[in-house]
């Protein structure tokens, strides 16, 4: 035999509502909604690291704008000339004063008398002592005055702290000068004491390009204030400050400048609060987008769901509604005598009232406040009770109706309940053949209701049982099998779904077809 559940048995608390599976499937539609709202809002706060990124570019912009003379201030000092006559002793009074202006000069070279070469000791010049330096020194020049340029800097090949120390040769009609900026020296720490007076606006440091970027740079201790020179840990990583690429001090050297550090927590404080601003705002704009697609999805769903509910309770008010009819039309022809017309008529007025609550509890469930109605004992007494009303149709059918009724009893709402059986039932009169058997047993926790009769369905017919106006074919003839848009059975896998019943299609060939509830048990 093939079977098709259409609904699995758990057992849930009156006062818990839904699990969370059912819950978890109601709300699977939201997923995509969730997911869009996500991206929103990780869109949203993406943007304010774009908008502090730009802050902190046009800050660094207008920190150049300010401070451009002082940037030049220090690179006209770097490639200014000695004002000297001659040397004779090295330690002349002029000489002194011009090695106190001059702090990076290392060496010179008269280019008319003698060509004597002198480097720096101290605040005196002296002959060369280092025959390797002197050489290094002289080859240097000698290749600044073949290119005939005011400022020449050694190339990689040439300099042996290329990429370490920024040196220039300064070419005059008299003299040859050498200065040597090396980063974290006393030299350089003077050399922008007289650059910068007397203003001293900012700190200034040399930066080479491969570190720009760099965010694994020590600070070193030469870099931290007092000092006027910054490290370029700082000059990378501080950020209200400037850079510019020059030429005066070497290839792939910037000079860059920041601020003191009072103006540099001043400017993060204020980053931190637009940052913090900004944030939230964004996250403002992202909850009310994901709030947005969450009312609209509830409000779709609601309305497609109330539609379903509709147009299934009023498929469910059919039978009812049939029977009602039947006794009417027996009382309106005079079949009964006045004694069984009484009886008719308190059944009609019983009816009515089930009508009612039947109504009653599809507008309370449509509203949305879920009572499924009052829960009460399925004993036998209500089974016979129920397959009485259907007595007229299975008579005027002349079709069999067998109970067989288990002592035991279920615990479960009877208003849906019962339209549950009168489904199950009136399906298997209208739609099934032969012998139609109603029975009831307890397995466990379980209380069973099982509806059969002698008919049946092929298998890929059993799956589509139960989904709203899915009509069975008869294979190699036109039309339907049966009549119906199938809205009974699917408001019944709802009923069943909602409630944690249990419901499971049977057939066969030459076993019949059953539909199998499975409710708690008292």
């Known amino acids: 035999m093939y079977r098709h559940r259409a609904s699995r048995f758990r057992l849930i608390h009156p006062s818990l509502g839904l699990s969370r599976w059912q819950r978890l499937q109601q709300q699977s539609g939201i997923a995509l909604l969730v997911l869009a709202g996500l991206v929103v809002t990780a869109l949203l706060m993406a943007a304010p690291r774009y908008y502090l990124n730009d802050q902190v570019s046009t800050a660094q912009q207008a920190y150049m704008d300010a401070h451009w003379v002082d940037h030049e201030a220090v690179e006209r000092h770097w490639k200014s000339l000695p004002i000297l006559h001659s040397v004779r002793r090295g330690d002349e009074e002029d000489v002194r004063r011009l090695l106190e202006d001059q702090p990076l000069v290392v060496a010179l070279l008269d280019r008319f008398e003698g060509r004597r070469l002198w480097v720096r000791e101290g605040d005196r010049l002296v002959v060369p002592k280092d025959a390797a330096l002197a050489q290094q020194y002289l080859g240097w020049m000698t290749h600044a005055e073949t290119a005939q340029r005011f400022e020449w800097n050694p190339p990689r090949e040439q300099d042996p702290d290329f990429g370490k120390v920024a040196t220039v040769v300064l070419l005059s009609d008299r003299w040859l000068v050498i200065k040597r ?63 510019t690429k020059t030429n ?69 008010l059919k039978t009812p509604l049939a029977i009602l009819k039947f006794r009417c039309d027996s009382l309106r022809l005079g079949r009964l005598d006045p004694d069984r017309a009484d009886e008719e008529l308190l059944k009609i007025s019983e009816e009515v009232d089930h009508l009612t609550t039947i109504i009653e509890t599809g507008l309370r469930v449509i509203r949305g406040s879920g009572a499924s109605g009052p829960r009460g004992q399925a004993n036998p007494a209500w089974f016979q009770e129920v397959a009485e009303d259907l007595r007229p149709g299975f008579d005027a059918e002349g079709r069999p109706l067998d109970l067989k009724l288990a002592p035991e009893a279920g615990h479960a709402p009877l208003p849906s309940l019962r339209a549950a059986v009168l489904t199950l039932v009136e399906n298997a009169l209208a739609h099934g053949k032969g012998r139609v058997t109603l029975e009831t047993w307890r397995a466990r926790r379980r209380f069973c209701i099982q509806v059969s009769d002698e008919g049946g369905l092929d298998p890929h017919q059993l799956k589509v049982l139960g989904k709203p106006f899915q009509r069975i074919r008869e294979s190699g003839k036109e039309g339907f099998l049966r009549e119906g848009q199938g809205l009974g059975l699917s408001l019944l896998v709802q009923v069943a779904d909602q409630e944690g019943w249990g419901l499971t299609f049977a057939s066969g060939p030459g076993e019949g077809f059953s539909a199998l509830l499975e409710i708690p048990a008292a």
Do not use: C
Not at 287 to 307: C, I
């Open 181 to 243: 900026w090396r980063p974290g020296a006393p030299e350089v720490e003077r050399e922008l004491g007289i650059a910068l007076a007397p203003r001293r606006a900012l700190r200034m440091g040399l930066l080479r390009e491969s570190d720009a970027n760099r965010r694994d740079l020590k600070p070193q201790p030469w870099g931290a204030q007092p000092n006027l020179q910054a490290d370029p840990q700082r000059l990378v990583t501080l950020p209200l400050g400037s850079s």
């Open 248 to 316: 005066a001090f070497g290839d792939g050297w910037y000079l860059a400048g920041v601020a003191f550090d009072e103006e540099q927590v001043t400017f993060r404080k204020s980053l931190k609060y637009q940052r913090r601003l900004i944030s939230g705002a964004a996250l403002s704009v992202g909850l009310a987008v994901l709030l947005g697609l969450w009312l609209r999805h509830r409000a779709r769903r609601k309305a497609e769901l109330d539609a379903d509910r509709m147009a299934s309770m009023t498929h469910s």
